[in-house]
């Protein structure tokens, strides 16, 4: 999804560094387990309701995670149009760009 979308679908969350950066996993095309760590102690109460309040939000999304469907002939066909594009640029290269006739020979 566009980063505009996960945006929207994140909106119920707070605006901080840890949803950004998990927002893809939680809204996009994969399973995501999440651990929430919490601690009994009245010291920590602000955020343990923090932690869960997060963890609701998390376990309240529903994704429909579908198969990747990759074309691996179209890709291995690609894959080798770039590394011949590649090897010619790097003979063209080691041959100097200021040799004519080596850059003719290299294209042929």
């Given at each position: 999804p566009a980063s505009g979308e996960i945006q929207d679908q994140?909106?119920?969350?707070?605006?901080?560094?840890?949803?950004?950066?998990?927002?893809?996993?939680?809204?996009?095309?994969?399973?995501t387990w999440?651990?929430?760590?919490?601690?009994?102690?009245?010291?920590?109460?602000?955020?343990?309701?923090?932690?869960?309040?997060?963890?609701?939000?998390?376990?309240?999304?529903k994704t429909k995670p579908s198969e990747n469907v990759v074309n691996k002939d179209e890709m291995v066909a690609n894959l080798q149009k770039q590394v011949d594009q590649l090897t010619?640029?790097?003979?063209?290269?080691?041959?100097?760009?200021?040799?004519?006739a080596a850059m003719e020979a290299i294209m042929e």
């Open positions: 994140l909106s119920d969350f707070r605006n901080s560094k840890l949803t950004m950066l998990l927002a893809p996993s939680l809204t996009g095309n994969s399973k999440l651990i929430a760590t919490i601690s009994p102690s009245m010291e920590f109460t602000t955020d343990t309701l923090a932690t869960l309040r997060f963890a609701l939000g998390c376990k309240q999304l010619k640029q790097l003979r063209l290269e080691r041959a100097g760009a200021g040799d004519p």
